[in-house]
């Protein structure tokens, strides 16, 4: 979010270094803290971007929950990918993270930090997601086997049935 804006230079008189180095540390921690409040404002604007976006696949997965299968119905679409399932997942932590430092009063490193990175953390909390994920898929796989199999026993059902008519 850029601000287009007129600025205007304005000279003062200093009297001694005390004071300039005073007036500069306050410029410097305006400078900051505008700089601070544009950062929380394009932040809310993603935010509410985010909380659409969220609604938006609760919704989706709302409706396929909902969704009750039969044969004659088209598949549903298919979920959300494994590697989206994961960012959503970090992303979640890092917000959490982000408002419970916040929330605490001070302001903690990002675990995302290159200053102290915590490679050991993030890389189990990742194995934790995958681990996750692939439980969820191989429940997924071994419920889609079993309508397999009720599908090709319907499937020879039919085809003993026929042959009995010939």
Known sequence: MAVHAAYTILILPL???REALTFYLWLRRMKELE???????DGVQLVDRARDWYRDRLQESEQQRDWSCTLDQTPPPPLLGSALLVQIQ????FLSDLISSSEKGNRRQSPYSTKH?????????QNQLLTRE????????W???RENEALYRELEERHIHRATFI
């Open 35 to 41: 700089q601070e409040r544009d950062a929380l404002l």
């Open 143 to 145: 419920k889609l086997q």
């Open 134 to 141: 692939l439980s969820m898929q191989n429940e997924r796989i």
């Open 90 to 93: 970090e992303v979640n932590r």
């Open 117 to 125: 990175p915590d490679a050991t953390g993030t890389l189990k909390y």
């Open 15 to 17: 009297h001694n270094r």
